[in-house]
């Protein structure tokens, strides 16, 4: 094992010896990535509105407008997660109710709430990681995947949001829901994960 | 190479290129009337001959090497360089120094590098040309050759055309893609290099310009070459005959 | 005349393949133009920021990849390295053998492809399953991935239906939302039966030892959502400085790509799931692959290591639309592919030295690539290289005479006056090899030589 290690280093570095000079760490001017549109000043919770709408991902503020959405779709089997007892009254009156995610589950439940660890207003995106979605697979297996983000965990930028990551060993951004263009450059959304990817800002 | 360490003289050496020499010698000619014009004082080095591009682009660099060698030679001392073509331009600052990069010779070929310019971005970037008199009545499509991306060729030869009377550019899809010429791949692979020049001529054509006018008699040779043959009504024509022509309006 | 291979393959494509590898081709570039020109000012200058950052990156590789190793350690990710593909090979088996892993979901990933992983497993027993939509179909097809990025590419939805149907899926029905529905509804099984996920890493951070995995199906999430081991498969020139790096690298991924800010799912690994939560792996094992990267690195191409595999460079490419991605050969394909494949290649380099000749240099793969990495100059080099190991090269006229007449200005004033006797014959006739593919579809223009000079001496003596 150490020997495909101590090989491989040793290559590198005698690749490397002969260079003159090497490469400086470029010095990344803050904002060099943004978009030229954006505005700082801008209204966060705005601008994740209007981005995440661009990409497919739907945005609730009120709790039954986001339950009225998840009747039109014909849900039945709703996975909410602990103690929200006002979307789960509010989902119950058309689906049932679960409120944990269960393997076995995977073909009854098409629509599930997870929280969020925040959300990035310049792409639209959502941000999930392990410490605040407790189930990978209930944000992903089921149709409809609601993230309830809070409004004060919004980034302004894709580096904001880098420089604030969370520790944690699994962070995703989800930005829109699944799509593939592998037929012919056809748009088709919800391969593997969800077809309809929404969001209750809270 | 930054583009303002370039020398900028009115005292220029010209170099006509093989396929001036070979083919299109009105286009040399025309090359002479522009920069009189713009007030040059030109010096035609007899010796010349190639850039020795065909070589490098097959990889012969010990050939290719032989060529530049001479030409380094044959252009000596300090004018600026001036090339009606962005490919043997491009050869002169960009690919002689490639294949020069671990021989003794660098500097000499770097010291002709650090002179050589294209036409246009001479006429433009060099002398501050802004406009050109005169009047050109003629629909035509430019097409931005290959070998000028990356420099201020495509868009100074713009900028002089448009200033031209009755010229009217027009605008043809995919347009930041290769005609298919390419040199010798022209005659390695005679069906993609075709085929590339075909797509460029339909979209070309699309617009009905009475010429395609570039910056390089090779990309327009391989481009007239296929509308000939297959009987397509545009006519090839460097932008220095088109600057040429207007210059004769105007007198 | 024998022919350049790219030349027989294009020659001989379907035109419909060819249509389809064009059309497809030209609206990503064009997507590309259209984000990047709206979203930034001067994109040439991000593009030299991320281009910096990672010939930067590869130009340190010792100190940052054992940076990364380090952080991944700390993070209790179990860390490999491989030196061979077949070390690679290896190493993944031997991890799922430990695991008692007999089902793997795979999620896309070059290295994989350029490893053989799939055909290696399968002499082991070991059932793995492609999870993107393309790859699959080349899976169950016995096909080889025609673009990095879209790998099926050269292949219609009636193709995709006809293997659906023979494979089980389903009756007939070529529906793309159909196909779609079908395949998630069995790689759901996969997932769920699946005891391993193996991925590859679009980026590695030195700092945080974080993986970045793109993808837009979310086929790589649900690997690192249902099965309890995950591997991930790593090239060694993958690592950068920090996470900081990644708004610069992000950005310009997913627009040079498939036109889109942000692909769907990025996700961030540095280890297993936290303890106690009811899905993601219980183990993290990360294989740094060598594969000739370090001999890469020694070579003077090593700006190809740049390369985050964005697949713009393909989409762009006159030749790849013309000729499609089988023609290379390789695992590889395009600006890129002509490039990395002989690199690659080792030994074998020669089988592969064509393909750097596959190319106009017309230069506009080096103009949309995101770490502007200078192809036609790499291309040109790897030409030379050819020439000095004799590799074949059908249709390259020798330039031995070529030399020689253009170092001599008397011959040369000679030969350009001499050879008017061009015009007096027809030209098809004469026995020129390199001629007649010329004048098979466009004409000569009239032989002039010399005609420039005496008009500019006759001007000097008037
Ligand atoms: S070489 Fe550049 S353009 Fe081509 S795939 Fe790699 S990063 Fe993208």
Redesign the interface.
């Known amino acids: 094992m150490s020997t495909a290690r101590e090989n491989i280093f040793s290559s590198i570095r005698s690749a490397l010896a002969p260079l003159p000079s090497r490469t400086p760490r470029p010095e990344i001017p803050p904002g060099a990535a943004e978009p030229c549109w954006l505005d700082r000043s801008a209204d966060k919770m705005a601008l994740f509105v209007q981005r995440a709408e661009a990409t497919g991902t739907r945005c609730f503020t009120d709790p039954s407008a986001c339950a009225d959405w998840l009747r039109t779709q014909n849900v039945s089997k709703v996975c909410v997660p602990g103690p929200l007892e006002r979307l789960k009254s509010l989902c119950g009156a058309f689906a049932e109710v679960v409120d944990t995610y269960r393997r076995a589950d995977v073909d009854d439940i098409d629509a599930a709430f997870t929280p969020a660890a925040g959300a990035i207003a310049e792409s639209g995106s959502i941000i999930l990681s392990d410490e605040s979605t407790p189930d990978r697979l209930a944000a992903l297996a089921p149709w409809h995947h609601i993230a309830l983000v809070s409004r004060s965990e919004i980034h302004l930028t894709i580096a904001d949001a880098l420089a604030a990551h969370p520790d944690d060993p699994n962070v995703i951004w989800v930005t829109g829901p699944s799509k593939t263009a592998d037929v012919e450059g056809i748009l088709i959304q919800g391969v593997h994960g969800p077809g309809a990817q929404a969001c209750l800002i809270v | 190479m930054t583009i303002s360490s370039r020398p900028a003289g009115r005292s220029v050496q010209l170099m006509?290129t093989?396929l001036?020499?070979?083919?299109?010698?009105s286009v040399?000619?025309a090359t002479?009337e522009v920069l009189e014009h713009a007030g040059c004082d030109i010096e035609?080095p007899?010796?010349?001959?190639?850039c020795?591009q065909?070589?490098?682009?097959?990889?012969?660099?010990p050939?290719?090497r032989?060529?530049m060698?001479?030409t380094v030679k044959?252009f000596e001392g300090e004018k600026p360089v001036v090339v009606p073509s962005g490919s043997c331009a491009a050869m002169l600052f960009h690919?002689a120094v490639?294949?020069f990069e671990k021989e003794t010779d660098l500097p000499a070929v770097k010291h002709l590098a650090s002179r050589s310019w294209e036409l246009a971005d001479f006429l433009v970037n060099g002398l501050g040309i802004q406009s050109w008199p005169g009047r050109f009545p003629a629909r035509i499509a430019f097409h931005r050759a290959?070998?000028t991306?990356?420099t201020g060729s495509g868009d100074a030869a713009l900028q002089l055309l448009q200033s031209i009377q009755g010229l009217e550019v027009v605008p043809f899809g995919?347009a930041?893609?290769?005609c298919?010429?390419?040199?010798?791949?022209?005659?390695?692979?005679?069906?993609?290099?075709?085929?590339?020049?075909c797509?460029k001529l339909e979209h070309i054509t699309a617009g009905n310009p009475d010429f395609v006018v570039s910056g390089d008699m090779s990309c327009l040779?391989?481009l007239?070459?296929?509308a000939?043959?297959?009987g397509k009504p545009v006519k090839p024509l460097h932008f220095a005959q088109i600057l040429q022509s207007a210059l004769h309006t105007h007198a | 005349m024998p022919e350049?291979k790219?030349?027989l393959f294009?020659?001989r494509l379907d035109p419909g393949v060819q249509k389809a590898v064009h059309d497809n081709s030209?609206a990503g570039?064009l997507k590309r133009y259209s984000i990047l020109g709206g979203d930034y000012d001067t994109p040439d200058e991000l593009r030299r920021l991320a281009g910096q950052i990672r010939q930067h990156s590869i130009e340190h590789l010792d100190t940052y990849l054992e940076q990364a190793e380090k952080s991944l350690h700390r993070h209790g990710a179990h860390v490999h390295f491989a030196v061979t593909a077949e070390d690679a090979c290896q190493a993944v088996s031997g991890i799922l053998e430990r695991a008692g892993a007999r089902k793997v979901v795979k999620s896309k990933s070059m290295i994989s492809e350029e490893i053989h992983l799939n055909d290696h497993l399968a002499t082991r027993g070991i059932e793995s399953v492609e999870t993107d939509l393309g790859e699959y179909i080349i899976q169950i097809d016995g096909d080889h991935p025609s673009h990095i990025v879209k790998p099926i590419i050269h292949k219609n939805r009636r193709d995709i239906a006809r293997s659906f149907e023979r494979e089980g899926l389903g009756d007939y029905n070529d529906d793309p939302e159909t196909i779609t529905r079908r395949a998630r509804s069995f790689m759901r099984r996969k997932y769920l039966e699946a005891d391993a996920g193996i991925t590859g890493a679009n980026f590695v951070s030195a700092e945080s030892g974080r993986l970045v995995l793109v993808t837009n199906e979310g086929n790589s999430r649900f690997c690192l959502a249902a099965p309890r081991v995950h591997i991930a498969l790593v090239g060694i020139e993958k690592v950068i400085p920090s996470d900081a790096d990644l708004a610069v690298l992000l950005n310009l991924l997913g627009r040079s790509a498939t036109g889109q800010q942000l692909t769907v799912y990025t996700e961030f690994i540095n280890g297993p799931a936290l303890t106690g939560r009811p899905s993601g792996p219980r183990e993290m094992h990360v294989i740094f692959v060598d594969n000739r990267r370090s001999e890469i690195l020694a070579s003077d191409c090593r700006e190809i290591l740049r390369c985050i595999r964005c697949g713009a460079c393909l989409n762009?490419c006159?030749?790849y639309r013309?000729?499609s991605g089988h023609a290379y050969r390789s695992v590889y394909p395009g600006p890129v592919g002509a490039v990395l494949s002989p690199l690659l290649a080792g030994k074998k380099f020669k089988e592969l030295a064509d393909l750097?000749?596959?190319?106009?240099?017309?230069?506009?793969c080096?103009?949309v690539c995101p770490v502007d990495i200078p192809i036609p100059?790499l291309l040109?080099?790897?030409?030379?290289?050819?020439?000095e190991e004799h590799a074949p090269?059908?249709?390259?006229?020798?330039?031995?005479a070529?030399?020689?007449?253009?170092?001599s200005?008397l011959l040369?004033r000679a030969a350009?006056q001499g050879?008017r006797a061009m015009n007096l014959v027809p030209l098809d006739k004469l026995p020129l090899p390199?001629?007649q593919?010329?004048l098979?579809?466009?004409?000569?223009?009239?032989?002039?030589?010399?005609?420039?000079?005496r008009?500019?001496k006759s001007?000097h003596s008037r």
């Open positions: 006509a093989c001036c020499d070979a083919f299109f010698d040399a000619k002479v035609f007899e010796n010349q001959t190639c020795g065909p070589a490098f682009n097959c990889g012969d660099w050939a290719s032989e060529v060698r001479h044959v690919g490639l294949e290959c070998h991306r990356g995919e930041e893609q290769c298919g010429f390419g040199g010798t791949f022209s005659v390695s692979f005679p069906h993609v290099s075709s085929s590339m020049g797509l040779m391989h007239g070459g296929l000939e043959r297959s | 350049q790219v030349e294009a020659r030209a570039t762009v006159p030749v013309q000729a750097p000749k596959a190319s106009s240099l017309c230069g506009a080096n103009e100059d040109l080099k790897l030409r030379n290289r050819g020439h090269s059908p249709g390259t006229p020798p330039m031995g070529f030399a020689m007449l253009a170092s200005p040369w350009m050879s390199y001629l593919p010329w098979k579809t466009r004409t000569l223009p009239e032989w002039r030589g010399g005609s420039f000079r008009w500019m001007r």
